[in-house]
């Protein structure tokens, strides 16, 4: 398989192909992105689509730009960037997609008649430029193209033209800093690319995958920036020149500030979503195995949980908050000791009242931001690192992680933070008896994990 033979290239981990050989499972199959229909009514947009129009990816794909056959050696860019896009990158068929086996059987479970028309499915699986902004070139069935992610080029195609020559670094530098200027959105910046990339894979206030969809098909969404930014697959090279124009970053890094930006998204969705209609609220901001699990009578509920929420209570889909808890514990015992207490809350507001739990919201945006502020001060050293790794692997030791959700986020911080250590023995290999618990969602048990969690640690610690 293409795409497995691609991750090697970049992560040396084994786990990753496994992973994505998992998260692969639903596949329908080969898919052809050759089906074109006009645009019908897509309405709302991700947050980061601008005012500028979009060209359209025919715009980029000319063999002289980005649509040649293979990378080019010396140069900025690699100008292959088309062909793995629409060769290996799910991105250019999320649109075709909507037209298969999956997405009718989807649609005709919720009542609706296309899915390729549906606003509600083209939000995430298109590009939702107005009409009004799409240039001559857009097309709809280019599914999520160039454009959504790098931002409309009308302003800045042409400043950002012949920018592939040796030239010195400094007039690289100089020359992205006018493409941003003109609206070229700045992937590089992990706190852009996660706000961007879950705007589709967690959902924000415009855009949710429901639980009604869930429950007519659709797959789960789970997502990390780090892990995920090297499943896409990649079309940048992260090498010198990248990192002479100052536009490169650790892997973990980005594994912050995606759960940061997971923390910030998560209450935000909870607080637009999570309100009643009829009996119940939108049961898809809910960590899914709450209830979704082997039904188990002879259950010994430990006391942390039963002081936390009654038995049987739906326990809010909390982990990037709980990682933004232990991480910043460790810089500032005080804040961490007040998330920890507001989380707790939150968690408690869920069977008290609506008012509740705005009220705890309000108070963990306000905590998180001050977090935000103490991580993004200084980029994480080695000890703390370590240190970190430590305190995941207690949590997960502890077996407070109750559910599969949390469980896999804690292994992917694990495997996210063993990239970037210069310790040889915390390799990637130490965390595969707890990617094996992981593997198999519907057969996953707290008691499992924790063991394994255990093991690892001791060893861990031994070293
Ligand atoms: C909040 C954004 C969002 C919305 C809304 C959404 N999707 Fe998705 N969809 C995704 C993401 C992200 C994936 C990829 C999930 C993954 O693999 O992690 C996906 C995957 C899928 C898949 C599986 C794709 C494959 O390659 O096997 C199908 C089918 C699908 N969506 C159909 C739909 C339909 C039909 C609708 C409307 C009823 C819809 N989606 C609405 C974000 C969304
Ligand atoms: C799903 C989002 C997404 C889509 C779709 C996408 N890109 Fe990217 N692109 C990225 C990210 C993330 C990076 C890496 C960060 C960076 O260097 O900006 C990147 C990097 C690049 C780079 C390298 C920049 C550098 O300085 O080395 C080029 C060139 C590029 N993309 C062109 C394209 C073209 C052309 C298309 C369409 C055929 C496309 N991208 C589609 C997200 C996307
Ligand atoms: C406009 C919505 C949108 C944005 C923005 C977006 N994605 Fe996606 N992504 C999707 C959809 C929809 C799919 C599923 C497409 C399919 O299977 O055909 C997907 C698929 C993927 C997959 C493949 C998953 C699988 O199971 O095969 C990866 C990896 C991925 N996206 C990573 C990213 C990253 C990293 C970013 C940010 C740089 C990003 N995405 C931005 C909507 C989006
Ligand atoms: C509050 C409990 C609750 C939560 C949380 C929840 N669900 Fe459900 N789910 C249900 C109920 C109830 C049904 C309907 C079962 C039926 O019709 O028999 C259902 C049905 C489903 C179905 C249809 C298959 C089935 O087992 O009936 C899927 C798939 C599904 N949910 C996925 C999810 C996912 C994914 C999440 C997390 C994003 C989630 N659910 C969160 C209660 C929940």
């Given at each position: 398989m293409n795409k497995t033979k691609q991750l090697r290239l970049n992560h040396s981990a084994p786990w990753l192909g496994l992973c994505l050989l998992a998260m692969l499972c639903f596949k329908p199959g080969l898919l052809n992105a050759a089906e074109v229909s006009p645009?019908?009514?897509?309405?709302n947009s991700t947050e980061?689509?601008?005012?500028?129009?979009?060209?359209?990816v025919a715009s980029c794909a000319n063999s002289v730009c980005h649509g040649r056959a293979a990378a080019v050696?010396?140069?900025?860019?690699?100008?292959?960037e088309y062909r793995t896009w629409a060769k290996y990158d799910s991105h250019s068929r999320a649109y075709a997609i909507l037209k298969n086996a999956d997405s009718k059987r989807i649609a005709a479970n919720m009542g609706i008649k296309d899915a390729s028309t549906a606003a509600e499915c083209l939000?995430?699986?298109?590009?939702?430029?107005p009409a009004n902004l799409?240039?001559?070139?857009?097309?709809?069935?280019?599914?999520?193209?160039c454009e959504v992610c790098?931002?409309?080029?009308?302003?800045?195609i042409d400043s950002h033209?012949?920018?592939?020559?040796?030239?010195a670094a400094d007039n690289a530098i100089a020359r992205h800093q006018a493409n941003l200027k003109n609206g070229?959105?700045?992937?590089?910046d992990p706190a852009f690319a996660a706000k961007l990339c879950q705007?589709?894979?967690?959902?924000?206030t415009n855009q949710l995958a429901t639980h009604e969809m869930m429950a007519a098909g659709h797959p789960r969404l789970r997502f990390e920036l780090d892990t995920w930014l090297a499943l896409m697959p990649p079309h940048h090279s992260d090498d010198a020149d990248y990192h002479r124009r100052g536009k490169s970053s650790l892997a973990t890094t980005r594994w912050l500030e995606g759960r940061m930006q997971a923390a910030q998204d998560s209450l935000t969705v909870l607080e637009q979503h999570?309100?009643?209609?009829?009996?119940?609220?939108?049961?898809?901001?809910?960590?899914?195995?709450?209830?979704?699990r082997p039904m188990d009578t002879s259950v010994k509920r430990p006391l942390a949980d039963r002081q936390l929420l009654p038995a049987g209570a739906i326990r809010i889909n909390d982990n990037a908050l709980r990682t933004i808890a232990t991480l910043v514990s460790l810089r500032n015992e005080t804040l961490g000791q007040e998330l920890t207490l507001a989380i707790r809350q939150l968690n408690q507001s869920t069977v008290l009242s609506k008012q509740a739990l705005q009220a705890s919201s309000r108070k963990l945006m306000t905590l998180v931001e001050k977090a935000r502020q103490s991580i993004d001060d200084s980029a994480l050293n080695d000890s703390e690192q370590q240190a970190i790794t430590i305190a995941l692997l207690k949590q997960g030791a502890s077996g407070e992680v109750r559910d599969y959700a949390d469980a896999e986020q804690l292994f992917l911080g694990l495997q996210v933070l063993s990239f970037d250590?210069?310790?040889?023995?915390?390799?990637?290999?130490?965390?595969d008896e707890i990617f094996t618990v992981l593997s198999d969602e519907n057969n996953y048990t707290p008691r499992r994990f924790k063991a394994a969690v255990q093991k690892t640690l001791k060893a861990a610690t031994e070293n």
């Open positions: 645009n019908a009514g897509a309405t980061t689509s601008t005012e500028a129009m979009h060209l359209g050696e010396h140069g900025n860019v690699l100008q292959n939000a995430c699986h298109a590009d939702t430029t799409q240039g001559p070139k857009f097309h709809i069935s280019d599914g999520i193209g790098h931002g409309g080029a009308e302003n800045w033209y012949g920018a592939n020559t040796s030239s070229l959105s700045p992937t590089e705007s589709c894979h967690l959902g924000n999570s309100m009643p209609q009829g009996l119940f609220p939108e049961l898809a901001v809910f960590d899914c195995h709450s209830c979704h250590t210069k310790n040889p023995k915390s390799g990637a290999k130490r965390y």
